[in-house]
């Protein structure tokens, strides 16, 4: 499939989406949930927009995400993770000066200054 077909069928679904997101505005009114519903819609028209000026790259297989949400698996998301992504945590102790003058989030200042 051409990447303008794909892309015609991701509009068609918009075009849909959008009826349905009219339907609930008038179903519901302007409340906030139909608008974060609209805000999503709105980010997926542009960025959909601005995915049809891109030159289409390699072609990838996908690990999981849509195939495992078609399944019923879930909407996991998943991205392939290299080298650099990689970051190391010491299981040795943390330097204790680190948090020398610094509050306990959830008990309160322990400062002994007085104001």
Request: a negative charge.
């Amino acid at each position: 499939m051409s990447s303008t077909a794909e892309l015609g069928d991701v509009l068609r679904a918009l075009s849909q989406l959008r009826t349905g997101v009219d339907e609930l505005y008038t179903r519901y009114g302007d409340v906030a949930v139909v608008r974060r519903i609209e805000n999503d819609l709105q980010r997926l028209e542009i960025d959909v927009s601005e995915l049809s000026t891109a030159a289409p790259g390699p072609p990838r297989q996908r690990s999981g995400g849509a195939a495992a949400t078609a399944r019923g698996g879930g909407a996991t998301a998943h991205r392939e993770v290299g080298e650099s992504d990689i970051i190391e945590v010491p299981d040795t102790p943390y330097d204790p000066s680190w948090w020398q003058g610094v509050d306990d989030e959830g008990v309160g200042g322990q400062s002994s200054r007085e104001d």
